[in-house]
T-cell receptor, first 115, second 115 residues
């Protein structure tokens, strides 16, 4: 699986924007960039995904570098409920006989939100 | 509340016991997953079922035995576990073939303690 690198931890203040970086220099042309988060005592939760273009949804925005070797998850106004571990994951979009069902988590970034 | 329901929420078992974890979803998803998560670590994939057939086994010891009796149900049978098997066991589902980039929906897990 192609690998991602994220900072171990980040801190932000409530109601301020948060930019969570992810490096994926070995990304292949068919890899999608997925973000999940895991709040304390809960299972992981899907946040957003994209291939080449920037993406927005109700939870966050995903900015993808032109060379696709890095991406940034943007939370526009952090709240205390956004405190979680954020995982950046590469997932192959090709039909490879089922192996691309795999979703392999890296270490993620622990986001702390200060009131 | 999640759309993937896992029971029980907590389980304590001895090393000679046999127990089962249950997972249920009614979203019509055809791929179902078991993950294991140790404290302060990312989730690790154990098994994937696709259309009720075992698609991926990540070299999991035979004391863990998965079963998918129908498209809505996923079980994990446990036998002769070791204390180091204590962890949070997470179930997830996704639509299935042709939707490889669809998000996984996770349950909130079963917290297993082996004594």
């Amino acid at each position: 699986d192609a690998k991602t690198t994220q900072p171990n931890s980040m801190e932000s203040n409530e109601e301020e924007p948060v930019h969570l970086p992810c490096n994926h220099s070995t990304i292949s042309g068919t890899d999608y960039i997925h973000w999940y988060r895991q709040l304390p005592s809960q299972g992981p939760e899907y946040v957003i995904h994209g291939l080449t273009s920037n993406v927005n949804n109700r939870m966050a925005s995903l900015a993808i570098a032109e060379d696709r070797k890095s991406s940034t998850l943007i939370l526009h106004r952090a709240t205390l409920r956004d405190a979680a571990v954020y995982y950046c994951i590469l997932r192959d979009g090709l039909d490879s006989g089922g192996s691309n069902y795999k979703l392999t988590f890296g270490k993620g970034t622990l986001l702390t939100v200060n009131p | 509340d999640t759309e993937v329901t896992q029971t029980p929420k907590h389980l304590v078992m001895g090393m000679t016991n046999k127990k089962s974890l249950k997972c249920e979803q009614h979203m019509g998803h055809r791929a179902m997953y078991w993950y294991k998560q140790k404290a302060k670590k990312p989730p690790e994939l154990m098994f994937v079922y696709s259309y009720e057939k075992l698609s991926i086994n990540e070299s999991v010891p035979s004391r863990f035995s998965p079963e998918c009796p129908n498209s809505s149900l996923l079980n994990l049978h446990l036998h002769a576990l070791q204390p180091e098997d204590s962890a949070l066991y997470l179930c997830a589902s996704s639509p299935g073939r042709g939707s490889y980039n669809s998000p996984l929906h996770f349950g909130n897990g079963t917290r297993l303690t082996v004594t």
